[in-house]
């Protein structure tokens, strides 16, 4: 069975920086595109970034030039690199590959 695990949130004050993981367990990465998504106090869930299978990235508008995803495909793990960040990066942050979702990690950000 497959499963995501994130890891990295935290506390963390505005302009400061953290690095989140999502470790796939049961199934090899390379297998999958994989992507973050993130879901504010009271929001709904959006999108934030992608990686492809080839490595290829895409960005939401309101994290590009902030934010760095990547992978590394030996150890099964996809990461989000979040510098510069912004009280409104507060969140859950979920990894997500086709048909799974992780249990999320929280991101708090404060002003």
Known sequence: QVHL??????????????????TVIGSNSSSYAMRWYRQPPGGLRDY?????????RLYADSVKGRF???RDDSKNTM?????????????VYYCNIP?????????????
Do not use: H
């Open 5 to 22: 695990v994130e890891s990295g949130g935290g506390l963390v004050q505005a302009g400061g920086s953290l690095t989140l993981s999502c």
């Open 48 to 56: 934030v970034a992608s990686i492809g299978r080839g490595g290829n």
């Open 68 to 70: 760095t995803i990547s």
């Open 79 to 91: 990461y989000l690199q979040m510098n510069s960040l912004k009280p409104e990066d507060t969140a």
């Open 99 to 111: 048909a799974y979702w992780g249990q999320g990690t929280r991101v708090t950000v404060s002003s």
